[in-house]
């Protein structure tokens, strides 16, 4: 992994992103870190990351968030496949937008995997990072074989003079808030319950890449963004909200295998609604506010464009009858360009 970067934002705010284990730069001096894996950024994610910034103004300290690369889970279980819900960069977007100060990424490995509880904290904590506070959620377990517990981190901050706060777990409705059940709600195509976990309407970052124009020939020319293939979204058709440098659109989405025409890898694509404009190449926030329905496959080009004629009023008007999208929404969410301090 690479060294300490900062991240310029389009808010002209400074994010500090560092990866691996290495000495952090002087603007994340002795921070008070957030530690866990963060995948999706839920509620009870918020709930850890607020406690943390609280914690860093009481101690005149910047506020971080460490976590892990590749996930836990990706390295033990290599050959299950992980839905992972927010990749590093936007990761890394979402965290400044919420006026985190920097993330630090630590490689996941064989090292780091070895390594005991008491190692973690006071040669990698301590030692290297210089973290004044520490604040986990209630399920954090650290350490080889996951032998530290919360009350174990709770002990060993004690014996090294260390504040370490435990946040409880934060139920939304009768769901508890958590990466699972949000991976679960999007595989039922549910993303209303998902954005209620989340607090905010989950969202995908990509590249637009050139499909077969398919789309085109139809009268819907589309976007396509290649998700990562453990993406596990239900296939089907979405009313979406998209960011494209800086200004925000509307439109209906297919997320699935085409199987009217080639029954391919599965593949994002967006019609914008009232756009005109190259997108190749471009890097878009796709926002998913509605599911519509299920993929099928159709009988002949004819009434697969009635379809569509008929997705694209419903995506309209499920999109303007609902007021709580924008509330709900972190669009435009401003992608990072990295640069060497």
């Not at 508890?176 to 949000?182: F, Q």
Request: charged share 20%; hydrophobic share 45%.
């Amino acid at each position: 992994m690479s060294a300490n970067r900062t991240e310029k934002l389009a808010s002209g705010k400074a994010f500090d992103l560092v990866q691996g284990l290495t000495p952090l730069p002087a603007s994340l001096s002795g921070p008070v870190v957030a530690i866990g894996n963060f995948d999706g950024l839920h509620r009870g994610h918020r709930a850890v990351i607020d406690q943390t910034q609280n914690l860093a103004a009481r101690l005149s300290a910047p506020a971080a968030v460490l976590t892990f690369e590749p996930h836990p889970r990706a390295y033990f279980k290599p050959d299950e496949a992980l839905f992972e819900l927010t990749p590093i960069a936007l990761k890394a977007s979402i965290l400044a937008h919420w006026n985190v100060n920097g993330m630090i990424v630590l490689p996941f490995n064989a090292e780091m995997a070895a390594t005991s509880a008491p190692d973690f904290v006071e040669n990698i904590l301590i030692k290297t990072l210089g973290v004044t506070g520490i604040v986990v959620g209630h399920d954090f377990h650290f350490g080889r074989g996951r032998e530290g517990s919360p009350d174990a981190l709770k002990a060993l901050g004690a014996q090294n003079n260390l504040p370490v706060e435990i946040v409880t777990p934060l139920v939304v409705g009768k769901d508890l808030a958590s990466s699972s059940a949000i991976r679960a709600a999007l595989a039922e195509g549910d993303v209303g319950k998902a954005a209620r976990l989340l607090g905010y309407r989950w969202l995908v970052r990509g590249e637009i890449i050139h499909g077969e124009k398919i789309g085109r020939t139809l009268g819907y020319p589309t976007a396509n963004i290649r998700l990562s293939p453990n993406c596990q979204l239900k296939h089907g058709i979405y009313a979406v909200r998209l960011a494209v440098d800086g200004v925000v659109h509307t439109g209906v989405a297919s997320y699935g295998r085409r199987p009217t025409f080639d029954n391919g890898a599965p593949l994002l694509e967006v019609f914008v609604f009232d756009f005109k404009g190259d997108l190749y190449g471009k890097t878009i926030d796709v926002e998913f506010c509605a599911f519509l329905r299920g993929e099928r496959k159709f009988d002949g080009i004819d009434p697969l464009i009635e379809q569509m004629d008929l997705d694209s009023r419903n995506a309209r008007e499920a999109l303007a009858r609902n007021p709580d999208i924008p509330a709900l929404s972190l669009l435009p969410l401003a992608p990072a360009s990295r640069s060497i301090p």
